[in-house]
């Protein structure tokens, strides 16, 4: 080995030492936000590189300033930096400054000269937060704890990076007790699939509740992750689907943060058969790991493996990637090792020459009704074999047909047990869960209670077949009207539905209704009763009188956060202005309460304060 004297130089040491001396790093910004409050919480500085150089990438950066002995000179001058740019753009809340271990301790009696130069930017310390990142060992962990206390002292307040990630973590929590738990992304991204991962975030979660800090989720990109984190109770996120790294963010993203929200409202309004929290939904939650083996396993290995055990029946053969290349079952690879010659040939070969090379494959995020689907085009045969699950390529697990079977049963057994029978329509249950959810999460929407007026005698006159036709041609007129991501529409039993409306031109919608009903509902009667505008019946005494032909009528309410404290209060608010709708004579109407407050003493004549439109 040449002396180190003749040695080249190394190019990234000159680049780094050019990058360093000159300060050539660009501080990009990336929000944390308080997704239920729509807020920013902070900013987490990031480094980067001269576009134009080898060491843009912060990984790269990080990596050679560590292998050169520089990282802490690299990290100070970042932190200087990214304060600097902090202060220049006046950006809101907390700034996140990820620090190593080695910065941490070489800082040592130096905290009070880090927070002097805070100050001198006019930057409290309590509005900086030091983010411990665990890239590389903590050699000193009793030392590193004095670090970060002294920096506490002096008002800083401090985060773990990345949990679940890197050196001793959970163990690193209990010895620090951060302010702040930063969830490692590999934890955050597919969580709306995996329950595995939904379960480590609920320890987390109840770990920070116990030792008082907050907790944040990194690496959030899928809008339906935010909604099972929201759901899961996460406070703060953090990701491209909030917002990427920018030299100059926003300082609100209110109106971001609130469209992203609104989709996950849609769905909640679409999906009104509110599956139970253990509903099994996709392929996911079907998969277990089951024996799996890989090409260089022999075809006579596999064979005694199925000989010995009877209650096997598939295993994936996965190739060096984790990806599944095939599936060898029980039933064929018995069969064929039974043919003649065949074990003599292949008996030392790998087990590839016993394997289906074309299994059924589901990913984690596929719906059962997909799955019950291809499952339904298998061979009997095949159907004990089951199916393997992957995520992003990689074997995942493997589930069974019958699990499938059981599960899709027991969500048609679930929604037939709350739906309308007759219009397959959501029911009082689902109606009342779904008007519950709104008024607890107290946003604006407009309630509506609509009545087939006149229904009873139409019945007599032309049986009860004609009266459910006239049942289901009005459902089909409020699914019309409705928007399907925004709205909800309830059957809540015979003649009476109940209308839910996000909608912003719900007026429009409530008009259309009405048109549509007095224009389709035209040819149920006779032209005699048509001309005559109704037809005679007996009522219950006995005596003729005389009854219009069937119209809409409804009672709406415009609800406002606060306005009701159960679905209770809001069935009985309702019922006052349909009644009054009901009284109304000719072509079908609504009547819109306009009242603010529904208890006020000084109310005035109903009839004064409701808007008639028909």
């Known amino acids: 080995m040449p002396p180190t004297h003749l040695l080249p130089p190394d190019p990234l040491a000159v680049v780094l030492s050019s990058v360093i001396r000159d300060a050539r790093l660009d501080i990009h910004f990336q929000p944390l936000v308080e997704v239920d409050r729509a807020q920013i919480l902070g900013f987490e500085a990031l480094t980067r590189g001269p576009a134009d150089s080898p060491l843009h990438s912060p990984l790269v950066l990080f990596e050679t300033a560590a292998r050169l002995g520089r990282l802490v000179e690299l990290e100070r001058l970042v932190v200087r930096r990214a304060l600097r740019?902090?202060?220049?753009?006046n950006l809101p809340g907390q700034l996140f400054l990820n620090l190593t271990a080695d910065t941490l301790l070489a800082t040592g009696e130096q905290g009070a000269l880090i927070a002097r130069e805070f100050a001198q930017l006019d930057i409290p310390a309590s509005r900086v937060v030091i983010e411990l990142t665990e890239t590389r060992p903590i050699l000193e962990p009793e030392r590193l704890q004095d670090s970060m206390r002294s920096l506490r002292e002096l008002g800083f307040v401090v985060a773990l990076d990345d949990l679940g990630e890197g050196f001793a973590s959970l163990k690193r929590w209990m010895d620090i007790r951060p302010d702040f738990v930063k969830i490692d992304r590999h934890f955050i991204d597919g969580i709306a699939q995996d329950p595995l991962k939904q379960q480590f975030v609920r320890s987390i979660l109840e770990m920070a509740a116990t030792s008082g800090c907050t907790v944040v989720a990194e690496g959030l990109e899928q809008l339906s992750d935010l909604t099972v984190l929201r759901r899961l109770g996460v406070p703060v996120c953090q990701g491209y689907l909030l917002a990427r790294p920018c030299?100059?963010?926003r300082n609100a993203l209110r109106a971001e943060v609130d469209a992203l929200l609104a989709p996950e409202h849609r769905r909640r309004s679409a999906d009104w058969r509110r599956l139970p929290p253990d509903a099994i939904t996709t392929a996911a939650q079907l998969a277990r790991r089951s024996h799996t083996v890989t090409p260089k396993l022999s075809c006579q290995a596999v064979v005694d493996m199925f000989q010995r055990d009877e209650q096997l029946f598939s295993m994936p053969v996965l190739d060096a990637a984790n990806r599944p290349i095939g599936l060898l079952r029980s039933l064929?690879?018995?069969?064929?090792?039974?043919?003649?010659?065949?074990?003599?040939?292949?008996?030392k070969r790998s087990c590839t020459a016993l394997m289906d090379a074309q299994p059924l494959i589901f990913d984690a995020s596929t719906s059962l009704r997909d799955m019950s689907e291809a499952i339904a085009s298998l061979?009997?045969?095949?159907?004990?074999?089951?199916?393997?699950?992957?995520?992003?390529?990689?074997?995942?697990?493997?589930g069974r047909s019958t699990d499938l079977l059981k599960a899709v049963s027991d969500l048609q057994v679930h929604s037939a047990r709350y739906a309308n029978p007759l219009t397959l329509l959501p029911g009082n249950v689902p109606t009342d869960l779904?008007?519950?959810?709104?008024?607890?999460?107290?946003?604006?929407?407009?309630a509506v209670a609509w009545d087939i007026d006149h229904f009873k005698p139409f019945n007599d006159v032309y049986g009860y077949a004609a009266g459910d036709d006239i049942i289901k041609l009005c459902a089909q007129i409020l699914i019309g009207a409705a928007d399907p991501e925004l709205d909800f529409i309830g059957h809540i039993g015979g003649d009476d539905f109940v209308m839910v409306l996000s909608s912003t031109d719900w007026t429009a919608r409530l008009q259309q209704v009405c048109r549509e009903f007095d224009r389709q509902v035209r040819p149920f009667f006779s032209a005699?009763?048509?001309?005559?505008?109704?037809?005679?019946?007996?009522?219950?005494?006995n005596q003729e009188s005389f009854n219009p032909l069937p119209t809409l009528s409804a009672g709406v309410v415009q609800v406002q956060p606060g306005m009701f404290d159960g679905v209770r209060a809001l069935s009985a608010a309702l019922a006052e202005p349909k009644h009054v709708a009901k009284c109304g004579t000719g072509p079908s109407r609504y009547f819109v309460d306009r009242r603010r407050g529904f208890g006020s003493p000084e109310r005035s004549s109903l009839m004064g304060l409701l808007e008639s439109v028909g």
């Open 434 to 446: 779904h008007l519950d959810a709104l008024l607890q999460e107290g946003g604006d929407f407009v």
């Open 247 to 249: 030299a100059s963010p």
């Open 379 to 398: 061979d009997d045969r095949l159907m004990v074999d089951g199916f393997i699950v992957t995520r992003d390529g990689e074997y995942f697990g493997t």
């Open 332 to 347: 064929q690879v018995l069969k064929r090792s039974a043919e003649r010659y065949f074990m003599d040939i292949h008996e």
């Open 85 to 89: 740019r902090f202060k220049e753009l």
């Open 528 to 541: 005699e009763h048509l001309a005559l505008g109704g037809y005679i019946t007996l009522n219950r005494q």
